[in-house]
């Protein structure tokens, strides 16, 4: 017995010689005050009030022959279960489980559940916003160089095992996905380009196919000395789901300007086109921003494109705004001014209404307590117009407002040595 331990042991230790381990946590509650939150409040409604949490274990490895990590993840509302719960129901999954051969310096592939980021978040992104956040069941191959990356990824999704079709069933999902993204870094300047094949399961279990529709673009980011500034240009073709040609576009502008060493100033304007709903064509305009960070976008409030608004009358945004450090707090605040780029109908054919959705104004602060401790909290308020309440339902004149406050934990608990000291 003792010499089997003995030799587990040792086989450890010479394993830790050549590799890297490390086991790290995140416990992240947040309370929000929602009243009005991703859609106007109801002139019978009151507001909503919750608390849910994040709760994860990650497990990463490192040789010089592969790269392995597993994220195990908890979501739960507080008093969602009994004290005496006997299961976690669906509550507890694996956010990523994942294994990388590192075939040499330059080629690999991935493969397994994992987070697929790219640019700024605005197509593949995590969405670490939402305590669920965002992976993907895909194989990706990567090359690298010093200043030059390629990628290509591939999916295909089933809702179980099976012999005879391969219908998908699973809501809001993704049938299959085929992109090549690349990247290249040249001194102040960042420019990549992205090709996304999107399948999504059209028809019914006996009678169906895979429709596919395609997104190319671009993302320019440019830095030198206070000012920073970044571009996205989308296009979208191909076939929606349900049978129209898709011809739908997404530009985008940010340009931030450092007023001191840790304050700065910032102006942008994106634009996604959308449907009319006044005398339409035949093309569907509407641009989907498939998997990104939407939460990021388009105010905080999330009352554009993060489980709504797809498929709808497009938006243009105008934003700006100012964020500071001041010890160990991080301030924000934003404006936002919202319109429609689609025709909205007033009801009265051919009538249409002001294409002036609103404004809001998004405000946030951010405070490290600790090492590996961080307090948040925000508070957003919504100023809408009757063309906002037209496409949106609920009552313009109340106070729709959201307010959160959150404390993320992100503990180390093991650290092997070898890459303590890398």
């Excluded at 700024?120 to 916003?129: A, K, S």
């Excluded at 025709?343 to 002036?356: E, H, L, R």
């Excluded at 496409?391 to 650290?415: C, D, E, H, S, Y």
Aim: hydrophobic share 35%.
């Amino acid at each position: 017995m003792n010499k089997s331990l003995t030799l587990i042991v040792f086989l450890v230790l010479s394993q830790q010689a050549f590799s890297q381990f490390s086991i790290s946590g995140e416990i992240r509650p947040r309370y929000e005050f929602r009243n009005g939150y991703q859609s106007l409040s109801q002139n019978s409604s009151q507001f909503g009030s919750f608390t849910d949490q994040r709760t994860r274990i990650n497990f990463d490895f490192k040789n010089n022959d592969y790269i392995f990590r597993v994220v195990m993840q908890d979501v739960r509302t507080w008093g969602s279960q009994s004290q005496l719960v006997n299961n976690d129901g669906s509550l507890t999954s694996i956010h990523e489980a994942w294994a990388e051969v590192l075939f040499t310096s330059k080629y690999s592939l991935r493969a397994g559940r994992q987070e697929i980021v790219y640019d700024d978040h605005r197509i593949f992104g995590n969405v670490g916003w939402a305590q669920q956040a965002r992976s993907h069941d895909a194989a990706v191959a990567k090359y690298k160089t010093d200043n030059f990356k390629l990628e290509m990824g591939f999916a295909f999704n089933q809702d179980r095992p099976n012999s005879t079709d391969t219908y998908y069933s699973v809501s809001n999902s993704y049938k299959a996905f085929q992109y090549i993204w690349a990247h290249h870094a040249r001194g102040d300047f960042k420019g990549s380009f992205l090709f996304l094949n999107n399948g999504i399961q059209a028809g019914t279990p006996t009678n169906y196919r895979t429709v596919y529709s395609q997104t190319t673009g671009v993302h320019f980011e440019y830095k030198k000395n206070a000012i920073s500034s970044s571009i996205n240009l989308y296009h979208q073709s191909g076939e929606h789901s349900d049978g129209s040609d898709i011809n739908a576009n997404l530009i985008g502008l940010d340009v931030d300007y450092k007023t001191g060493v840790k304050t700065s100033v910032f102006v942008g304007y994106e634009m996604m086109s959308g449907n009319d709903q006044v005398g339409p064509g035949n093309k569907n305009k509407a641009f989907t921003p498939f998997y990104g960070t939407n939460h990021k976008f388009n105010g905080y409030m999330d009352y554009f494109y993060v489980g709504n608004h797809i498929n709808s009358v497009g938006l243009s945004d105008i934003y700006f705004g100012a964020k500071t450090a001041i010890s160990k707090m991080n301030l924000y605040g934003a404006l936002h001014i919202f319109a429609s780029t689609g025709k909205v109908s007033s009801g009265s054919f051919p009538n249409t209404m002001s294409k002036a959705l609103g404004e809001e104004v998004d405000l946030s602060l951010s405070y490290k307590v600790k090492n590996d401790v961080v307090l948040q909290c925000g508070y957003s308020q919504m100023f809408a117009t009757d063309t906002m309440e037209a496409l949106k339902g609920g009552n313009k004149n109340k106070i729709n407002n959201w307010a959160w406050v959150m404390i993320t934990f992100k503990p180390l608990f093991f650290q092997s040595k070898s890459e303590k000291n890398e």
